[in-house]
T-cell receptor, first 117, second 118 residues
């Protein structure tokens, strides 16, 4: 069975601070996909990144960066120089590899990030 | 591209009535659609997976007779909450995926429907 754990329920930072959101996953599959989504107060999920299990390269996109480490089953997300607009709930998710068009996503519990001015 | 819409965006109904929520893929044909439910301050929980033209596959603990899912075409799936009760009040989110679009196993999410049952 798949499981995603986001141990940090809530994080509060002051604007311009860096913040890292932790994600630890469990799966028996050798091929899988990891995701991060942002959910602002409006509720609509915003896709941030998808990473497959064979690609362990860290990725940077603007102020966002992701650290994927298979050895520790972690896929952590760092926001550099945080801004008030980054305030949202962030979800880490996992899906198995399937040959069909889509497969079920297992979400972590989410981390509520609040960036204070 | 890859836009998914939901209608209505919010609905308030009386206990005992049925509510239908539509999920449409606007610019692509979705062979698979997913329905999630999210209670306040909780995570998204998958309710069911539906493939066009076949019966939906429900997750354990989800009542298939209460949450009717119809995936009649490649661009439309509907979720009907029958005989709704206050405990069914939640945020319902659909997603759609198609093989080869947006990368394998990527789901495109709708904006969600907030259901309040009085």
């Amino acid at each position: 069975a798949q499981k995603v754990t986001q141990a940090q329920t809530e994080i509060s930072v002051v604007e311009k601070e860096d913040v890292t959101l932790d994600c630890v996953y469990e799966t028996r599959d050798t091929t899988y996909y990891l995701f991060w989504y942002k959910q602002p107060p409006s509720g609509e999920l915003v896709f941030l990144i998808r990473r497959n299990s064979f690609d362990e390269q860290n990725e940077i996109s603007g102020r966002y960066s992701w650290n994927f480490q298979k050895s520790t089953s972690s896929f952590n997300f760092t926001i550099t120089a945080s801004q008030v607009v980054d305030s949202a709930v962030y979800f880490c998710a996992l899906s198995e590899d399937e040959e069909t068009s889509g497969s079920r996503l297992t979400f972590g519990e989410g981390t509520q990030l609040t960036v204070n001015p | 591209g890859a836009v998914v819409s939901q209608h209505p965006s919010w609905v308030i109904c009386k206990s005992g009535t049925s509510v239908k929520i539509e999920c449409r893929s606007l610019d692509f044909q979705a062979t698979t659609m997913f329905w999630y439910r999210q209670f306040p301050k909780q995570s998204l929980m998958l309710m069911a997976t539906s493939n066009e033209g076949s019966k939906a596959t429900y997750e354990q603990g989800v009542e298939k007779d209460k949450f009717l899912i119809n995936h009649a075409s490649l661009t439309l799936s509907t979720l009907t909450v029958t005989s709704a009760h206050p405990e069914d009040s939640s945020f319902y989110i659909c997603s759609a995926s198609v093989f080869g679009r947006g990368g394998k196993n990527e789901q495109f999410f709708g904006p969600g429907t907030r259901l309040t049952v009085l």
